[in-house]
């Protein structure tokens, strides 16, 4: 099993910043890539970010420019670096990480991490 464990989520102003940071563990042997998605309520989960062990990023359009996704390999950790917040990117957002483990491949999702924006 691998555990990812979210941190940095909280309460913001509008144009303000914050970072997510997301730690891996488990009996990894490696990480492909890391991701952030965010969900609203009613709506689906949507990618926000990802990025590759060779440090390949995507960003969703709407995020492009102002959010930076980062990952530190030797510690299983990937970081969502978010300026000029909008309102718009409150959500609950989830860390994903898929890779292998002994014997197989993984996929998991942390717990999640509000992020709330105000105007």
């Known amino acids: 099993q691998v555990q990812l464990v979210e941190s940095g989520g909280g309460l913001v102003q509008a144009g303000g910043s914050l970072t997510l940071s997301c730690a891996a563990s488990g009996n990894i042997f490696k990480i492909n890539t890391m991701g952030w998605y965010r969900q609203t309520p009613g709506e689906q989960r949507e990618l926000v970010a990802a990025?590759?062990?060779?440090?390949?990023?995507n960003y969703a359009d709407s995020v492009k420019g102002r959010f930076t996704i980062s990952r530190t390999n030797a510690k299983n950790t990937v970081y969502l670096q978010m300026n000029s917040l909008k309102p718009e990117d409150t959500a609950i957002y989830y860390c994903n990480a898929e890779g292998r483990i002994p014997g197989t491949t993984f996929r998991s999702w942390g717990q999640g991490t509000q992020v709330t924006v105000s105007s």
């Open positions: 990025i590759t062990s060779d440090a390949v990023t």
